[in-house]
Nanobody, 124 residues
Framework: QVQLVESGGGLVQAGGSLRLSCASSGITFSNYVMSWFRQAPGKEREFVAGISWVSNNGYYGNSVKGRFTISRDNAKNTVSLQMNSLKPEDTAVYYC?????????????????WGQGTQVTVSS
């Protein structure tokens, strides 16, 4: 049984930082692209950041570039998202997702597995 479990969400003031983590089980983690998406009320699910198993380079959505950093630990089967300089518009449910692909893809339907999500709220 595949499980992706996110943690680390919460309430933070604008300008603050949070670190999200996602622990995976039931998949060969090192064979999957791991990404973070987010979804705010009334909006579509948005690609935030992804990291390939081919290279450890991250790729970021334009709205978070320069503020967020994605990393993965293949030995621990975890992926993390360090979020700095948070803004109220970053408020959303953040989801961890796994894609059995050699390349990072930005569309949510491409992803095979999803976590349950963790709420991030940034107050102004």
């Amino acid at each position: 049984q595949v499980q992706l479990v996110e943690s680390g969400g919460g309430l933070v003031q604008a300008g603050g930082s949070l670190r999200l983590s996602c622990a995976s089980s039931g998949i060969t983690f090192s064979n999957y692209v791991m990404s973070w998406f987010r979804q705010a009320p009334g909006k579509e699910r948005e690609f935030v950041a992804g990291i390939s198993w081919v290279s450890n380079n991250g790729y970021y959505g334009n709205s978070v570039k320069g503020r967020f950093t994605i990393s993965r630990d293949n030995a621990k089967n975890t992926v993390s998202l360090q979020m700095n300089s948070l803004k109220p518009e970053d408020t959303a449910v953040y989801y961890c997702a796994a894609d059995n692909s050699p390349a990072i893809r930005f569309a949510a339907p491409n992803y095979d597995y999803w976590g349950q999500g963790t709420q991030v709220t940034v107050s102004s």
